[in-house]
Nanobody, 122 residues
Framework: QVRLEESGGGRVQTGSSLKVSCRAL????????MAWYRQAPGKERELVAS???????LIADAMKGRFTASRDDRRFMIELQMNNLKPDDTAVYSC????????????????WGPGTQVTVEG
């Protein structure tokens, strides 16, 4: 069974930086896609960043120049570095992974993290 474990998040002031991390745990063979999404109160969930192996991270236009994302395939982890945070960045941030695990037949499935709250004040 695969599960995603998130860390980071919290409450910060406008202009601050914050990093959120997500690690996949389980009997994993490969993770073709890793991504971060966010959902603000009263709004639809939106893509923040996505990364596939060997390619640079794709960052949503609203966050380009402020957010960066990286993946560590040895630790099955994705990190999102958020700089110059604004109140509009306040949301629940959730990681998403497309995972191939090592069980017979190498089944593939998609998984979501539980979500971590990021609140930007000021």
């Amino acid at each position: 069974q695969v599960r995603l474990e998130e860390s980071g998040g919290g409450r910060v002031q406008t202009g601050s930086s914050l990093k959120v991390s997500c690690r996949a745990l389980g009997y994993i063979y490969a993770i073709p896609k890793m991504a971060w999404y966010r959902q603000a109160p009263g709004k639809e969930r939106e893509l923040v960043a996505s990364i596939i192996p060997g390619q640079p991270a794709l960052i949503a236009d609203a966050m380009k120049g402020r957010f960066t994302a990286s993946r560590d395939d040895r630790r099955f982890m994705i990190e999102l570095q958020m700089n110059n945070l604004k109140p509009d960045d306040t949301a629940v941030y959730s990681c998403f992974m497309d995972v191939v695990d090592r069980r017979n037949g190498f089944p593939r499935g998609t998984y979501w993290g539980p979500g971590t709250q990021v609140t930007v004040e000021g």
